[in-house]
Structure formats: structure tokens, C-alpha cells
């Protein structure tokens, strides 16, 4: 599958909102959306106006990069969430936070949502003593995440985890930082999201 290869720096400065791509790059001053609030290429400075498609365009590239996810991948949590029972924007965010990938970045287990893919990837943790390694598998409640073994003992993680050991946890989360493992404590909600999106404007874009 092909993957964004280029400054992913680039991908906030297009949507003009931090998409904490980077991990803690991010929160510091070195953290390029700061110095260019403006997006990348020749034309970057220009006033654009952005109207109608062009606004609902911006708003699914801000979510789909905002989770690290391909065009397909998306779409087809879209409409999986599109066939749930419920309002669709709302069915399709709280789906995306139950993404393991996500939740590994959440509870503080790596960087980023891209380096907890690359992490899952690899093998690197047990969803309930069993290996996971498919990033967009969904949680649920009762599920416990933890790192395999071997992996709890590796030097680099576990200095991640202790670098992100103050990391606020959401509520339907609940983290055991002795045993190095997470519980799904219930399903997320609207409000625990804080994807800064607006998702009826994705809906909009797909319903056309």
C-alpha cells in the first residue's frame, strides 16, 4: 500500500492546524506550523478563499491524516459507520478511536499515531494475551493492551512510556502504568473526541 513518504510537517501547514504528526516536535517552539502558519509552496502566502466542496474536501484530508490513514482505509471505515445505527459523523470519529493504533498513541505507548502503527505493526503488543498486530482493529470494552514480552523490556519503548508517563488519559480509557497496560473502559463518546473537525461536513462530501 502506498505511503505519504514526504515531511508530514507539510500535511499540518496544508490543513493550518496542528495534526500532532511529529509527537512532541509538536508541542515545541521548533514546531514548524509555528514559524510558517501558512501552507507549503510557492503560493502558500496567497489568500485563497475555500468554498462549498473545497471546505468539505479539507475537512475529510484534516480528519483521514489526523488517524494516519490511507484514502481506501478511510472510506471504508465510512461506510461501515454509514450501515451502524446512529448519526453517521458521530458513528465514524468514536470508530476511529477505538482503532488500536490510536489507543496505543492515547495511553502514551509511542510518539505518534504513525509510529503506533509502525509499533503494532511489528508486533509489539497482546490485546488481551493474544498478539495483535492489525493497526485498525477496533477495541472493546474489556479489552486489555499491553507489550508483548520482549518488547516490555526494550530500552527505546520503554523510554517512550517513561517520557509519557504525566500523558493525560482519556476517561473510557484507564491505564495500570505498573504493569504497563491499558483497559477499555467503555466505548468513546462524541465528547471524548478531540479531533478538531467538523464531521458533518465529511458526510456531506459522501452523501453527493
Same mark, same amino acid.
Given at each position: 500500500m502506498a505511503r505519504?513518504?514526504?515531511?508530514?510537517?507539510?500535511?499540518?501547514?496544508?490543513?493550518?492546524?496542528?495534526?500532532?504528526?511529529?509527537?512532541?516536535k509538536c508541542l515545541r517552539e521548533k514546531c514548524p506550523i509555528?514559524?510558517? @502558519?501558512? @501552507? @507549503?509552496?510557492?503560493?502558500?502566502? $496567497?489568500r485563497r478563499r475555500i468554498l462549498g466542496y473545497g471546505i468539505q474536501l479539507r475537512e475529510k484530508q484534516k480528519l483521514k491524516r489526523y488517524y494516519s490513514m490511507s484514502e481506501r482505509q478511510f472510506l471504508l471505515f465510512f461506510q461501515r459507520a454509514e450501515r451502524k445505527k446512529g448519526i453517521t459523523g458521530e458513528n465514524l470519529l468514536t $470508530?476511529?478511536?477505538r482503532r488500536l493504533d490510536n489507543v496505543v498513541f492515547l495511553v502514551g505507548f509511542s510518539h505518534s499515531r504513525?509510529?503506533?502503527?509502525?509499533?503494532?505493526?511489528?508486533?509489539?503488543?497482546? #490485546?488481551?494475551?493474544?498478539?495483535?498486530?492489525i493497526p485498525s482493529l477496533l477495541v472493546s470494552k474489556g479489552d486489555v493492551i499491553s507489550f508483548r514480552e520482549k518488547s516490555a523490556e526494550h530500552e527505546e519503548l520503554k523510554a517512550i512510556f517513561e517520557l509519557n508517563k504525566n500523558k493525560a488519559? @482519556?476517561?473510557? #480509557?484507564?491505564?495500570?502504568?505498573?504493569k504497563?497496560?491499558?483497559k477499555v473502559l467503555s466505548f468513546p463518546?462524541?465528547?471524548?473526541v478531540t479531533t478538531p473537525v467538523e464531521e458533518h461536513l465529511v458526510v456531506e462530501l459522501y452523501s453527493k
Amino acid at each position: 500500500m502506498a505511503r505519504y513518504s514526504e515531511s508530514v510537517c507539510r500535511l499540518c501547514r496544508a490543513e493550518k492546524v496542528k495534526l500532532f504528526l511529529k509527537g512532541s516536535k509538536c508541542l515545541r517552539e521548533k514546531c514548524p506550523i509555528e514559524r510558517r @502558519p501558512y @501552507p @507549503p509552496g510557492e503560493h502558500g502566502r $496567497m489568500r485563497r478563499r475555500i468554498l462549498g466542496y473545497g471546505i468539505q474536501l479539507r475537512e475529510k484530508q484534516k480528519l483521514k491524516r489526523y488517524y494516519s490513514m490511507s484514502e481506501r482505509q478511510f472510506l471504508l471505515f465510512f461506510q461501515r459507520a454509514e450501515r451502524k445505527k446512529g448519526i453517521t459523523g458521530e458513528n465514524l470519529l468514536t $470508530m476511529l478511536e477505538r482503532r488500536l493504533d490510536n489507543v496505543v498513541f492515547l495511553v502514551g505507548f509511542s510518539h505518534s499515531r504513525s509510529h503506533a502503527r509502525q509499533l503494532v505493526t511489528h508486533g509489539h503488543f497482546r #490485546l488481551n494475551g493474544r498478539k495483535a498486530n492489525i493497526p485498525s482493529l477496533l477495541v472493546s470494552k474489556g479489552d486489555v493492551i499491553s507489550f508483548r514480552e520482549k518488547s516490555a523490556e526494550h530500552e527505546e519503548l520503554k523510554a517512550i512510556f517513561e517520557l509519557n508517563k504525566n500523558k493525560a488519559v @482519556p476517561g473510557w #480509557l484507564e491505564m495500570d502504568r505498573e504493569k504497563m497496560e491499558a483497559k477499555v473502559l467503555s466505548f468513546p463518546t462524541r465528547e471524548d473526541v478531540t479531533t478538531p473537525v467538523e464531521e458533518h461536513l465529511v458526510v456531506e462530501l459522501y452523501s453527493k
